[in-house]
């Protein structure tokens, strides 16, 4: 694999190959405590996704008060774009064959549902003065874990776990003293990339 001329040891490299995920329905939950910065970072997953091929209409985005309704919020989510997926092929198979049998299974206007090929958990926590914090995070990481590997969908893992304001805002590329990088832009590869793969790797 060739290595970035301007890498550091730290960061993402580059992938060796472009991901076509033009047909790929997406899901991204967000979490709304700390809005300003999980704002830019939903932007920057959803504008990354789009420069890829997603199409907009094909991205589902919901929202939970808090990371911590994440897992829960995905688990669900996922759970019924499959059942959803499954009964909307048959019912449609069912329909047309009825009315016609050399009809197309699934016609053009064919609702825009189907199973996530990724997901996106985008959450933001500041450290405070409790044990909130490490009992949160802990749960989401865990949780946000078993979703993926229970549902075989990839949860790309979205939560920034800070110790201070300034360092969230910065990895969402809005800080006030540098502006830093947008970690949501690589969330958004990370999803098309994980959607694309999984697909091969059935
Ligand atoms: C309660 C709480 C606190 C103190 N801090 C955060 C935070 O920094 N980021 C976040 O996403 N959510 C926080 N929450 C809310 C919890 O995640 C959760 O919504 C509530 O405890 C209700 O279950």
Redesign the pocket.
């Given at each position: 694999m060739s290595q970035h001329p301007d890498s550091t040891v730290k960061g993402l490299a580059p992938p060796a190959e472009r991901f076509d995920a033009s047909g790929e329905r997406f899901l991204i939950v967000h979490?709304r405590?700390?809005e300003s910065v999980i704002q830019p970072l939903v932007e920057g997953a959803i504008e990354t996704m789009i420069k890829s091929g997603v199409k907009r209409e094909n991205i589902v985005v919901e929202t939970?008060?808090?990371?911590?309704?994440l897992p829960m919020a995905c688990s669900r989510l996922i759970a019924a774009s499959q059942i959803q997926a499954s009964a909307t092929a048959t019912d449609l198979m069912g329909a047309s064959s009825l009315l016609d049998p050399a009809a197309p299974a699934a016609p053009s206007s064919a609702p825009l549902t189907g199973p996530f090929a990724a997901a996106i958990a985008v959450?933001?926590?500041?450290k405070?003065s409790t044990q909130?914090?490490e009992y949160?995070s802990e749960a989401v990481s865990h949780g946000l874990m078993r979703v993926q590997l229970d549902t075989g969908v990839p949860v790309i893992y979205g939560v920034l776990n800070c110790n201070t304001d300034e360092q969230a805002l910065q990895r969402a590329g809005v800080g006030k003293e540098t502006k830093g990088h947008n970690h949501g832009e690589d969330w958004g590869n990370a999803a098309v990339e994980l959607g694309v793969k999984t697909k091969r790797w059935a």
């Open positions: 979490a405590w700390n939970v008060p808090g990371s911590y309704e959450g933001v926590l500041i405070g909130h914090f949160i």
